[in-house]
């Protein structure tokens, strides 16, 4: 009996003792380990993961002030005669309540200028996938691959077969993993597109790690260009999550001063503070006080 009670007693100590075990058993979930690795580690079968994880992701700016009225909840400065005078045929005649109308509100555009340069080729195919999944999955986005040339690709990426639509951007473009050309790609966007009223009040991102062969000073007068015109202007940079890391590239030094969001994009995680970033955009005091100025 009392070797029993000694062996129970003995078992009571070393549970005592495993719970007071400061361990800390931890479990990661496959989804939370590629949400912050590095697109430049992915392998093929972690790319195509992924796709699942950027298409969740949801891209939502500000909405901008329509010419379209709508009906409005309050007294507004816009009487609403159609509607008042239906309600008073319900009241004998009498205009017993009032309606009005007020500005309604549209999806704000959004356009994506991808670098698809040498130089992004570990970050490249791992962005086209998030921009495939923006095209295919909100209304009024445009999407352009930079590199030598200016292609435009949003007609490819609308696809809602991810895999297709790469396959259709990737036969697109025809410089990809080549050289770069920021400056004139930027310009040729501002001429043909940009200008004309596809960026106008749009929020744009660029995706590229800032390494141009081309003139900076030409790069610098097309981004001070595009900002006067857009509502936001924001540039994705992989390299920026790099320890260190200094804006030191003549590309990336001479667009940075007309960037009004600089931010990471080496990751999944990256991407999700992008689309925050995108969210919370608003027009900076030097985009309002330079509003009249013609581009």
Same mark, same amino acid.
């Given at each position: 009996?009392?070797?029993?009670?000694?062996?129970?007693? /003995?078992?009571?100590?070393?549970?005592?003792?495993?719970?007071?075990?400061?361990?800390?058993?931890? #479990?990661?979930? %496959?989804?939370?380990?590629?949400?912050?690795?590095?697109?430049?580690?992915?392998?093929? +079968?972690?790319?195509?993961?992924?796709?699942?994880?950027?298409? #969740?992701?949801?891209?939502?700016?500000?909405?901008?002030?329509?010419? #379209?009225?709508?009906? /409005?909840?309050?007294?507004?400065?816009?009487?609403?005669?159609?509607?008042?005078?239906? %309600? *008073?045929?319900?009241?004998?005649?009498?205009?017993?309540?009032?309606?009005?109308?007020?500005?309604?509100?549209?999806? @704000?555009?959004?356009?994506?200028?991808?670098?698809?340069?040498?130089?992004?080729?570990?970050?490249? @195919?791992?962005?086209? #996938?998030?921009?495939?999944?923006?095209?295919?999955?909100?209304?009024?986005?445009?999407?352009?691959?930079?590199?030598?040339?200016?292609?435009?690709?949003?007609?490819?990426?609308?696809?809602?077969?991810?895999?297709?639509?790469?396959?259709?951007?990737?036969?697109?473009?025809?410089?990809?993993?080549?050289?770069?050309?920021?400056? +004139?790609?930027?310009?040729?966007?501002?001429? +043909?597109?940009?200008?004309?009223?596809?960026?106008?009040?749009?929020?744009?991102?660029?995706? *590229?790690?800032?390494?141009?062969?081309?003139?900076?000073?030409?790069?610098?007068?097309?981004?001070?260009?595009?900002?006067?015109?857009?509502?936001?202007?924001?540039?994705?940079?992989?390299?920026?999550?790099?320890?260190?890391?200094?804006?030191? /590239?003549?590309?990336?030094?001479?667009?940075?001063?007309?960037?009004?969001?600089?931010? +990471?994009?080496?990751?999944?995680?990256?991407?999700?503070?992008?689309?925050?970033?995108? %969210?919370?955009?608003?027009?900076?005091?030097?985009?309002?006080?330079?509003?009249?100025?013609?581009?």
């Amino acid at each position: 009996m009392d070797d029993g009670d000694s062996d129970d007693s /003995a078992h009571d100590d070393d549970s005592s003792a495993a719970d007071d075990d400061p361990t800390i058993q931890l #479990r990661f979930s %496959a989804n939370e380990v590629l949400r912050h690795k590095d697109f430049g580690a992915y392998s093929d +079968e972690e790319l195509r993961l992924s796709q699942r994880l950027m298409s #969740r992701l949801r891209f939502v700016g500000p909405p901008r002030r329509s010419l #379209r009225l709508t009906q /409005a909840r309050r007294k507004q400065h816009r009487p609403d005669l159609r509607r008042t005078v239906r %309600a *008073s045929l319900r009241a004998s005649g009498e205009p017993v309540r009032r309606y009005w109308r007020e500005p309604g509100e549209r999806i @704000r555009p959004m356009v994506l200028l991808l670098d698809v340069s040498g130089s992004m080729e570990p970050y490249a @195919r791992a962005l086209l #996938r998030f921009v495939q999944a923006a095209v295919a999955g909100r209304q009024r986005v445009e999407a352009f691959a930079m590199g030598t040339r200016l292609t435009r690709v949003t007609k490819e990426l609308s696809s809602r077969d991810p895999d297709k639509a790469l396959q259709l951007a990737s036969d697109r473009v025809a410089d990809w993993s080549g050289g770069t050309r920021l400056g +004139e790609c930027l310009r040729r966007f501002n001429d +043909e597109w940009g200008v004309r009223g596809m960026a106008r009040g749009a929020i744009v991102v660029v995706l *590229s790690d800032g390494w141009d062969r081309g003139d900076p000073e030409l790069l610098a007068d097309q981004m001070q260009r595009l900002q006067r015109i857009t509502h936001s202007l924001i540039w994705v940079n992989p390299l920026k999550v790099t320890p260190g890391y200094a804006p030191l /590239a003549r590309g990336m030094a001479a667009a940075l001063p007309y960037v009004d969001h600089f931010v +990471e994009g080496h990751s999944v995680a990256a991407m999700e503070e992008l689309a925050s970033v995108m %969210a919370a955009t608003k027009t900076s005091p030097s985009t309002r006080a330079r509003g009249a100025i013609h581009a």
